[in-house]
C-alpha cells in the first residue's frame, strides 16, 4: 500500500508533498495496485483531510503542471464546491448578471455531482461551448466579457483518478475532488467567490485560501447549506485578504414568497433551460430574482466595480428587469461552439 494511503487511513501524521509526488508519479506509470485510487478517493471524501495534507496535495498538483503565462486581471470567477439542497444554477445565472454590470467573468465548474444539472450541462443545453485554452479564454472575454473555461483548466492527474475506478462511478467517491474543485482549477483571475454548501469544510478551506496571494477568495456560507449566497437568510463570507468576516443579513420576503421551493431546479432538458431564461428575464420567482442579484452583486464589489453592496444589489436587480442577462445568452448561443472534451467529471 502507498505511504499516502497509509497516512490516510492511519490519521497519524500528515501527506508531505514529497509523498504527493510519489503518489502521483506511480499513478502516470500505472504503479499502483489495484483499488488504491478507490482507497484514496474514498478515504479523502469521507473526511476531509489536515491542512498540511491538503496544502500539500494541492501545491505537488500545481508544480505538475504547464506554467500559466496568462493574467486574467481584472476578472471574477464563481464557482461552489457543490453538495446541499437543488437549486437551479444560480452561481450561472448571476456569471451572467454580473458580466452585463461590466464585470470580466470566468466561470468554472463541471458536469453534475450532486445537483440535477450542473454548470456544464446547462451550458451544453444552452449551446454555449466551453473554452479549451487561456488564449480562447480570453478572446471570449474580450468579445462578451464571459467566458466558461472548461477541463484544461484541472490538472491531469484528476481525469487520470476518475479513469482508474471506472467501473465505480466517481459520482459517487467524488466528493472530495467536488469540495476542492475550487482550487483545483489554475484560472489566474484577480477574484474568486467560492460558496461552500459544508460548514464543516470552512476551516480546511479558510486555511488553503489564506495561503493563496494572487487573488481575492471569499468563501460564502449559509444556514441552509446551499453553496451560494440566499438573499431569504443570513450569509457569512470569509475572506482571505485581511478583510475579515463580511456578513450579509437577510433581505425581507415578499408576501408571495414561496422559501427555498423558489430556488428548487427545473426538470427536464426544456424545462431547465426555459426556467433559467426565465429568471434572466427577471420573470422567475421572488427569491430567485433576489438571490441571483445578490450573488452578482457580491462578484461586483469582490472585483471592486461597485463599492457599495446596496448599489450593487440594486444595479443587478435592474439588469434582471432589463433582460440584458437574457440578451448575452442569446448572443453567446449565436456564436460558433467548440466542443471540448469531457475530462474525467472534475471539477
Not at 92 to 112: E, M, N
Request: proline share 5%.
Amino acid at each position: 500500500m502507498h505511504e499516502v494511503l497509509r497516512a490516510l487511513i492511519g490519521r497519524d501524521r500528515p501527506v508531505d508533498q514529497e509523498m504527493w509526488r510519489s503518489f502521483w508519479d506511480q499513478l502516470r506509470d500505472g504503479a499502483l495496485r489495484p483499488g488504491e485510487t478507490v482507497a484514496l478517493l474514498t478515504s479523502l471524501s469521507t473526511r476531509m483531510p489536515d491542512q498540511d495534507t491538503l496544502i500539500g496535495m494541492l501545491r505537488s498538483l500545481d508544480e505538475r503542471r504547464p506554467a500559466v503565462a496568462a493574467r486574467l486581471d481584472n476578472t471574477a470567477n464563481i464557482v461552489g464546491t457543490g453538495g446541499g439542497p437543488a437549486t437551479f444554477n444560480i452561481s450561472t445565472a448571476a456569471a451572467f448578471v454580473a458580466a452585463v454590470l461590466g464585470v470580466r467573468i470566468v466561470k468554472t465548474g463541471s458536469r453534475a455531482h450532486a445537483s440535477t444539472c450542473g454548470s456544464f450541462d446547462l451550458l451544453d443545453r444552452l449551446g454555449i461551448g466551453l473554452t479549451t485554452s487561456y488564449e480562447q479564454t480570453d478572446a471570449m472575454l474580450e468579445r462578451f466579457g464571459i467566458a466558461f473555461p472548461g477541463h484544461f483548466v484541472y490538472p491531469r492527474e484528476v481525469a487520470v483518478l476518475a479513469r482508474s475506478i471506472v467501473p465505480m462511478d466517481l459520482r459517487m467517491i467524488g466528493g472530495f475532488i467536488n469540495a476542492v474543485g475550487p482550487f483545483l482549477a489554475a484560472m489566474p483571475v484577480s477574484s474568486q467567490l467560492v460558496g461552500v454548501s459544508d460548514h464543516s469544510l470552512l476551516p480546511a478551506l479558510r486555511q488553503v485560501a489564506a495561503t493563496v496571494a494572487d487573488r481575492r477568495i471569499w468563501l460564502c456560507s449559509n444556514g441552509l447549506g446551499i453553496d451560494e449566497l440566499v438573499s431569504s437568510v443570513d450569509n457569512v463570507i470569509h475572506t482571505n485578504d485581511g478583510t475579515g468576516e463580511i456578513r450579509l443579513r437577510a433581505d425581507a420576503p415578499g408576501p408571495a414568497s414561496g422559501g427555498i421551493a423558489e430556488l428548487r431546479p427545473a426538470s427536464g432538458r426544456t424545462e431547465v433551460v426555459d426556467h433559467f431564461l426565465g429568471v434572466l428575464s427577471g420573470s422567475g420567482p421572488g427569491l430567485a430574482t433576489r438571490t441571483v442579484a445578490l450573488n452578482a452583486a457580491a462578484l461586483a464589489v469582490a472585483s471592486g466595480l461597485i463599492g457599495e453592496w446596496t448599489e450593487a444589489v440594486k444595479a443587478a436587480e435592474d439588469v434582471l428587469r432589463g433582460g440584458a442577462a437574457r440578451d448575452l445568452v442569446h448572443r453567446l448561443r449565436a456564436r460558433p461552439v467548440r466542443r471540448a472534451a469531457d475530462g474525467g467529471g472534475a471539477r
